[in-house]
């Protein structure tokens, strides 16, 4: 998989997570140990591709 293929599917991967948490924070009944899970699984993805986007180009 290209470097650029793995960041879409990062950036889409946050995205969703994003929109589960907005989610579930809105639901009657919120789960607040599901939205930290979220919250943890969102920071992973986003640490990721910040790691991602420093590395050199190559080529």
């Known amino acids: ?8 599917r990062l950036t889409l991967l946050h995205r969703r997570l994003d ?5 579930e ?3 009657r009944g919120t789960d607040p140990y599901r939205v930290l899970r979220l919250k943890k699984l969102k920071l992973a993805v986003r640490d990721r591709l910040s790691v991602l986007m420093r590395r ?3 080529g």
């Open 56 to 58: 050199p180009a190559l």
């Open 1 to 8: 998989m290209s470097l650029n293929a793995h960041v879409y």
């Open 25 to 27: 924070a809105r639901r």
């Open 19 to 23: 929109e589960a948490v907005r989610r």
